[in-house]
């Protein structure tokens, strides 16, 4: 079955420390996105990329970097530079043209400890 | 003024009812809005999207678009508990040949038995 999966579920970490999320699809899909979700609020974007080697940054990326080297594979790194990184990860594709909307990965729920 | 607003709730409906949600947009751009539902912990996952105006209608949902009013909901007819959930409007449009969502915070909803 075609979908996307996150990887890991749950993520902690410490203070000063940069974590990767990962994020595959297998729909071939073009383009890629992370939103970032906190408790009680809607998605916030932070990085989205339309075409392998290429991405853009959404409204709230500092902190997070990008890379897109594969069309299926979209990981997302926290930074130390991103003093809340707590909240839950969402990666999501779409194909180029849109009207049918994004598919969601099932998720990553960050915890600094 | 958020580009996507939605009560964020909680809304209480009694089992069996009909459940109406609404949302506001302010970019007259926005092309098309999708409805997700997020249950708790949680990726989204489409219900329906609509682009014209008008009713659109997919088994106990139905979809309603006014773009002079710029205004969309979601009516649930004979609500279940399993509709329990958080019900996340979003429009679109095509920036730079990328499909771009924005989402409302989103609408809590409660089916008490």
């Known amino acids: 079955d075609g979908g996307i999966t996150q990887s890991p579920k749950y993520l902690f970490r410490k203070e000063g420390q940069n974590v990767t999320l990962s994020c595959e699809q297998n729909?071939?899909?073009?383009?890629m996105y992370w939103y970032r979700q906190d408790p009680g609020q809607g998605l916030r974007l932070i990085y989205y990329s339309q075409i392998v080697n290429d991405f853009q940054k959404g409204d709230i990326a500092e902190g997070y970097s990008v890379s897109r080297e594969k069309k299926e594979s979209f990981p997302l790194t926290v930074t130390s530079a991103q003093k809340n990184p707590t909240a839950f990860y969402l990666c999501a594709s779409s194909l180029q043209t849109g009207g049918s909307g994004y598919t969601f990965g099932s998720g990553t729920r960050l915890t600094v400890v | 003024q958020k580009e996507v607003e939605q009560n964020s709730g909680p809304l209480s409906v009694p089992e069996g009812a009909i459940a109406s949600l609404n949302c506001t947009y302010s970019?007259?751009?926005?092309?098309?809005f999708f409805w997700y539902r997020q249950y708790s912990g949680k990726s989204p996952e489409l219900i329906m999207f609509?682009?014209?105006?008008g009713d659109k209608e997919d088994g106990r949902f139905t979809a309603q678009l006014n773009k002079a009013s710029q205004y969309v909901s979601l009516l649930i007819r004979d609500s279940q508990p399993s509709d329990s959930a958080t019900y996340l409007c979003a429009g679109s449009r095509i920036i730079q040949g990328a499909q771009k969502l924005v989402f409302g915070q989103g609408t809590r909803l409660t089916i008490n038995p």
């Open positions: 609509i682009y014209s105006n």
């Open positions: 970019d007259r751009g926005s092309q098309s």
């Open positions: 729909l071939n899909h073009d383009a």
